[in-house]
């Protein structure tokens, strides 16, 4: 069975500090993938998305960026952190099918 | 463009009474429908689908939903609520063209007992 692992589960960081946050996919091959941000518990921001290897299509324009290294690890990432990309960060997958997508357990990030 | 309607922020029942979560949509071409609940701190769960055939589709945990293509609505529902049911729901559309998944805004439910 396919499984999502995303970590850390929760950050604590200092304004003007690197990011990477890491998500990675079992159990299947070419899968897309997505980076979503919620705000104070509500509603879900597509960050970035990836249908392959080195394929990343970014939503929003921000101090984030996204690679993918490999078929299924995608990292989410930042050279300088605000206090504005405090949230709750979700990983998930998808493929053809089944169509619906899947999501990690998220991580809380804390800008301090 | 797709996009993803929930009317109500807020939705409060009390425990054994139905309940209905609304969702409304707008798509071009034909609608790709998810229901999914977020716990606190957690990741959101697939709850159930509509791709196409009956218009009422079951899922998990006594759930089902309602496809109803003229008033282009997929509301959530449950025969009789649980207080564990209490989490925050989300309805989305797929967007084919693209893979994304476009999602509502949340509606948070609470079961009281």
């Known amino acids: 069975s396919q499984t999502i692992h995303q970590w850390p589960a929760t950050l604590v960081q200092p304004v003007g500090s690197p990011l990477s946050l890491e998500c990675t996919v079992e159990?299947?091959?070419?899968?897309?993938l997505y980076w979503y941000r919620q705000a104070a518990g509500r509603g879900l921001q597509l960050l970035f998305y990836s249908v392959g290897i080195g394929q990343i299509s970014s939503e929003v324009p921000q101090n984030l960026s996204a690679s993918r290294p490999q078929d299924r690890q995608f990292i989410l990432s930042s050279k300088k952190l605000l206090l504005s990309d405090s949230g709750f960060y979700l990983c998930?997958?998808?493929?053809?099918?089944?169509?619906?997508?899947?999501f990690g357990q998220g991580t809380r990030l804390t800008v301090v | 463009a797709q996009s993803v309607a929930q009317p109500e922020d807020q939705v409060n029942v009390a425990e054994g009474n139905p309940l209905t979560v609304k969702c409304t949509y707008s798509v071009s071409g034909n609608p790709y429908l998810f229901w999914y609940v977020q716990y606190p701190n957690r990741g959101l769960q697939f709850l159930l689908k509509y791709i196409t055939g009956d218009n009422l589709v079951k899922g998990s945990y006594g759930f089902e939903a309602e496809f109803n293509k003229s008033q282009t609505s997929f509301h959530l529902k449950k025969p009789s609520a649980l207080v564990s049911d209490s989490a925050l729901y989300f309805c989305a559309v797929r967007d084919m063209n693209n893979q994304n998944f476009v999602f509502g805004p949340g509606t948070r439910l609470s079961v009281l007992p």
């Open positions: 998930a997958w998808n493929r053809g099918a089944p169509l619906e997508a899947f």
């Open positions: 159990g299947t091959s070419n899968p897309n």
